[in-house]
């Protein structure tokens, strides 16, 4: 990682919060919004997640993130669908 003429370079493959710091750092006056961290609140924003990206939008550990997303498909809640990258949690739909 480097500086070069107000520009940032990350290389390669970094975690979240490298690229965060980085575009913090391009302007002072730029802040961090936040969000609703919940599964339902992750899900309204997200009509899709993988484990590890609820994780990281949670802030929650991945086997954290697992045994939640596994309570809430188990109470119907959310759908698990198979994909290469692993399962993918979907909100279902609920009929009024």
């Known amino acids: 990682m480097g500086s070069d003429h107000g520009q940032h ?5 970094q975690p979240y919060h490298i690229y ?3 575009v913090l750092a391009l302007d002072a006056e730029i802040s961090k919004k936040e969000y609703d ?3 339902i609140g992750l899900f309204n924003v997200y009509p899709t997640l ?7 939008l949670g802030a929650i550990t991945r086997d954290r993130a697992l045994h939640q997303l596994e309570a809430f498909v ?3 809640e959310l ?6 990258n692993g399962p993918l949690y979907i909100l279902s739909v609920k009929d009024n």
Not at 9 to 13: A, L, T
Not at 50 to 56: K, L, S
């Open 9 to 13: 370079i990350i290389r390669g493959s």
């Open 20 to 22: 965060e710091n980085k």
């Open 37 to 39: 961290h919940s599964l």
């Open 50 to 56: 993988t484990i590890r990206e609820f994780a990281e």
């Open 74 to 76: 188990e109470s119907g």
């Open 79 to 84: 759908q698990k669908e198979p994909s290469k």
